[in-house]
Nanobody, 126 residues
Framework: QSQFVESGGGLVQPGGSLSLSCAAS????????IGWFRQAPGKEREGISC????????NYVDSVKGRFTISRDNAKKIVYLQMNSLKPEDTAKYYC???????????????????WGQGTQVTVSS
């Protein structure tokens, strides 16, 4: 089954860091813009960042700008999300997906074939 496989989540104290990975399984990553999304309990899923096919363009929502960094390695078929200065409100399940509308301040809209994975849980708590 073609999908993303997210990993790297865990429990971290406020102010800490985590590095998430999103590996493409069963398909090539090269021609897809990729977005990171998160969903907290009782809340709607929100897009937080996206990266263009080559990695030259990255976009973030204001709530994570300056703290999170998205990157990609097309040869390894992996997209990363480095998360620093984590806050309790960052607690959520994190997913990646293939997107369009990544750019000009937009953080991407999932494609009909987005290759959703199972996500990885991030919990920020003391």
């Amino acid at each position: 089954q073609s999908q993303f496989v997210e990993s790297g989540g865990g429990l971290v104290q406020p102010g800490g860091s985590l590095s998430l990975s999103c590996a493409a399984s069963g398909f090539t990553l090269n021609y897809l813009a990729i977005g990171w999304f998160r969903q907290a309990p009782g809340k709607e899923r929100e897009g937080i960042s996206c990266i263009s096919t080559t990695g030259e363009s990255t976009n973030y929502v204001d709530s994570v700008k300056g703290r999170f960094t998205i990157s990609r390695d097309n040869a390894k078929k992996i997209v990363y999300l480095q998360m620093n200065s984590l806050k309790p409100e960052d607690t959520a399940k994190y997913y990646c997906a293939a997107v369009f509308n990544c750019g000009f301040g937009l953080v991407g809209t999932p494609l009909p074939k987005a290759y959703w994975g199972q996500g990885t849980q991030v919990t920020v708590s003391s």
